[in-house]
């Protein structure tokens, strides 16, 4: 339950992350509330899942599902550069999120 908890955090940080470049220095209403919801669900839901899990691999796949997401959500949605390389890079932080969350050990 505790990695359920990060996954869903580390997609709210891809949430606040894209809201973050949308409200344009906080000066767009929406986006900047949106920023706020997001950012408050996910570090809210990190700190619950950190009462069960190891700080460094549950940070790191944190980290690499917001950082993979909105990389992600950029090249999908908000015509960011696609190249090989940004995919292929893309690709080994999913993999290495994937190897964290798998030796991650519960308490």
Do not use: N
Request: glycine share 12%; with cysteine; charged share 10%.
């Amino acid at each position: 339950m505790a990695w359920l908890l990060v996954i869903v955090a580390g997609l709210l940080e891809t949430g606040f992350a894209v809201c973050l470049k949308l409200s344009h220095g906080f000066t767009r209403l929406w986006p900047t509330i949106a920023f706020c919801a997001f950012a408050l669900g996910s570090f809210g839901l990190l700190t619950l899942a950190l009462k069960k899990l190891d700080v460094g691999p549950a940070y790191a796949v944190w980290t690499g599902i917001g950082a993979a997401g909105t990389a992600i959500y950029g090249m999908v949605f908000l015509d960011d550069l696609v190249s090989t390389l940004k995919i292929v890079s893309i690709s080994l932080v999913i993999l290495g999120v994937i190897g964290l969350q798998l030796s991650g050990s519960a308490h």
